[in-house]
Every structure is written in C-alpha cells, then in structure tokens.
C-alpha cells in the first residue's frame, strides 16, 4: 500500500461511509476488512485503496488478484 496521508485517510473513510479509526486498523493490519465491504472500499475510492490493502487474507479470499500487476508479494506458505 502507498503511503495515505491522515487527512487522506479521513477523506477516504467519508467516501466509503467508514469510521475513520476502523479503516486506518483494517489498513495497518490490526483488523480485517468484511470482504464484500472490502469489495465496496476499493470500488468507492476508485481502485486507491486495493482489497489487498483492508484484508491480510486477500490472496485466499481473491485468488484472481494475485495475477494482477501490482499485488502484494504472497506469503510463501500460501503461495
């Protein structure tokens, strides 16, 4: 994930209908993101935030994103 500012964050927790606190827990991996709500994030903010971004399971839970250029390294054991 590129670096999101705090105010950006706040801007995109509005767009996305979020408490700001939950999406900056679900973008440093204390949380998970609900994956259709994940679905919905990434739609809103226009591809900004990725699903890969709000859930540390992206690759079990959309294996067709590990194709796409850009995605995160998957983890060894999953890969």
Known sequence: MSEISPKERA????????NPQYLYQC???RRDMDATLASKVEELTKKRLR???????????????????????V?????
């Open 51 to 73: 699903r890969w971004d709000l859930r540390r399971d992206w690759y079990e839970t959309w294996p067709e994103l590990r194709r796409l250029k850009g995605a995160p390294e």
């Open 11 to 18: 801007e995109l927790a509005a767009i996305a209908g979020l």
């Open 27 to 29: 973008l440093s991996r």
């Open 75 to 79: 983890p060894q054991e999953a890969a």
